[in-house]
Each structure stands twice: as structure tokens, then as C-alpha cells.
């Protein structure tokens, strides 16, 4: 699929109208993937029953520690973007915010983020760099408990590094938030971006080969029926 473009859209709250109920329609945000779109990556992932639990995910990477996915944001990988000399995180950073400004070729330094998860823009400075964070869409710890744990560390490391379908800046708060939970434990604050989450999740999982939980797939057949 094709590099999924959206616009976020805002909240309005008009005078005398009041705010919507948690149970009323929310319009998806302009330049939401379709429900065919949604419906037909729905119709070729794999669902499992629940998520399997197999032991021995270690993402750190100090002495004795697994480094199961390799060390965060390394160039040393085949995913889009890596041997270009720059780390992930700022490879994602310079793709995915908007007034870039840079220190060299690499580093970030300023620039605004319109989070996909809340619609609402943060303005990030490196000095104060922990309030943008990078997001596994599809969760490492989840990878590793439904299949990537038998993959090679090769397919690992490009996994954990490919900006070009997992990868998401968004505040720090929505990530920790999420932590390592799929669809059906987690879904974005912002109601108008669900079809986009689902298109995303949906396409890391088909590209990786990389099954749903049978929860996973209720939630998002659900949000599919919404979409455009």
C-alpha cells in the first residue's frame, strides 16, 4: 500500500452546540484511508486467538541483556533510511515534523509536530526532546510474542527501524500510554484518526507477515465500518 496521506482534523466545539458524547459519530479526519482500503487488508491479515506469550524478550542492550531488536535507532540496518549516516529517531523526526531545523545533515533540532494520535500540534526543541516520542505502531514486545521472536536479527533490526510503515512521532504521553498494546487494549485518543491507526497497524502486520488477535480484529472491523 501505498504511503497513507492525511490531514488531521480539528476538534470544533460551536457555541451553544456543546461537546460530543463518547457514543456519537465522529467524522473521520480528512485524507482517512477508505473502508475498502481497511476492510481489504482486513480480509488478507491473519488472526490468531489471543497473543501467545513465549518468554524472552529483552530489548535492552547492555552487557547480558537479549538486544533481541538491536540497539534503539541504529544506521545499521537495511530498512528505508538506514547506512545514510543518521540515526532512526531523527530520520523520522526530519520526515515526519514540519519547519525542520537542523544542526548538521542529522540532528533535529526544532521543528512542529501534528500528533497522529491526538490531532493536536507540539512544538519540539531538542533541548526538551523527551517530549516527542517514537512509537513502534505495531508494538516490538507484541512482534516478538506473535512471530518475531523465530525471525533472524536482521529482519529484527530492519522491523525495528522502518520508517517507512512502524513508525509514528507523537507525544510522549500517547506512548507510554500505549506501552505495548495492540488494537484491541489500545486505541488513539482522537476518535477522527481511528481509521488512519487501523490502516497503519493493519499494513505493518501484512508486510511482516505478522498475525491480529482475535480482539485486535473485532475492534477493527468496528473502526472500519466508520471509515470513509
Same mark, same amino acid.
Given at each position: 500500500?501505498?504511503?497513507?496521506?492525511?490531514?488531521?482534523?480539528?476538534?470544533?466545539?460551536?457555541?451553544?452546540?456543546?461537546?460530543?458524547?463518547? +457514543?456519537?459519530?465522529?467524522?473521520?479526519?480528512?485524507? /482517512?484511508?477508505?473502508?475498502?482500503?481497511?476492510?481489504?487488508?482486513?480480509?488478507?491479515?491473519?488472526?490468531?486467538? /489471543?497473543?501467545?506469550?513465549?518468554?524472552?524478550?529483552?530489548?535492552?542492550?547492555?552487557?547480558?541483556?537479549?538486544?533481541?531488536?538491536?540497539?534503539?535507532?541504529?544506521?545499521?540496518? +537495511?530498512?528505508?533510511?538506514?547506512?545514510?549516516?543518521? +540515526?532512526?529517531?531523527?530520520?523520522? =523526526?526530519?520526515?515526519?515534523?514540519?519547519?525542520?531545523?537542523?544542526?548538521?545533515?542529522?540532528?533535529?533540532?526544532?521543528?512542529?509536530?501534528?500528533?497522529?494520535?491526538?490531532?493536536?500540534?507540539?512544538?519540539?526543541?531538542?533541548?526538551?526532546?523527551?517530549?516527542?516520542?517514537?512509537?513502534?505502531?505495531?508494538?516490538?514486545?507484541?512482534?516478538? +510474542?506473535?512471530?518475531?521472536?523465530?525471525?533472524?536479527?536482521? =529482519?529484527? =533490526?530492519?522491523?525495528?527501524?522502518?520508517? /517507512?510503515?512502524?513508525?509514528?512521532?507523537?507525544?510522549?504521553?500517547?506512548?507510554?500510554?500505549?506501552?505495548? /498494546?495492540?488494537?484491541?487494549?489500545?486505541?488513539?485518543?482522537?476518535?477522527?484518526?481511528?481509521?488512519?491507526?487501523?490502516?497503519?497497524?493493519?499494513?505493518?502486520?501484512?508486510?511482516?507477515?505478522?498475525?491480529?488477535?482475535?480482539?485486535?480484529?473485532?475492534?477493527?472491523?468496528?473502526?472500519?465500518?466508520?471509515?470513509?
Amino acid at each position: 500500500m501505498g504511503k497513507l496521506i492525511w490531514v488531521v482534523c480539528a476538534v470544533l466545539v460551536v457555541a451553544g452546540c456543546g461537546v460530543l458524547a463518547p +457514543d456519537q459519530p465522529v467524522a473521520p479526519a480528512p485524507g /482517512s484511508p477508505s473502508r475498502a482500503e481497511v476492510t481489504a487488508l482486513l480480509d488478507t491479515v491473519r488472526v490468531v486467538a /489471543s497473543r501467545p506469550r513465549p518468554g524472552g524478550y529483552e530489548r535492552g542492550c547492555k552487557a547480558g541483556q537479549g538486544c533481541v531488536f538491536g540497539p534503539a535507532w541504529t544506521d545499521d540496518t +537495511d530498512a528505508p533510511g538506514g547506512h545514510d549516516g543518521c +540515526d532512526t529517531r531523527n530520520n523520522v =523526526l526530519a520526515a515526519q515534523l514540519r519547519d525542520v531545523v537542523t544542526r548538521g545533515r542529522c540532528v533535529v533540532v526544532e521543528g512542529m509536530l501534528t500528533d497522529p494520535y491526538t490531532g493536536t500540534d507540539i512544538t519540539f526543541r531538542k533541548a526538551e526532546g523527551g517530549r516527542v516520542q517514537i512509537d513502534h505502531v505495531y508494538p516490538l514486545a507484541a512482534a516478538w +510474542d506473535l512471530g518475531a521472536a523465530r525471525w533472524t536479527r536482521e =529482519l529484527r =533490526l530492519r522491523f525495528a527501524n522502518d520508517l /517507512s510503515v512502524n513508525l509514528l512521532a507523537t507525544g510522549a504521553s500517547n506512548n507510554q500510554a500505549k506501552g505495548d /498494546s495492540t488494537p484491541g487494549g489500545w486505541l488513539p485518543p482522537a476518535r477522527a484518526n481511528h481509521c488512519f491507526y487501523a490502516a497503519k497497524y493493519l499494513t505493518v502486520a501484512v508486510d511482516y507477515d505478522l498475525p491480529i488477535t482475535a480482539a485486535d480484529n473485532a475492534v477493527l472491523h468496528d473502526i472500519a465500518r466508520d471509515c470513509p
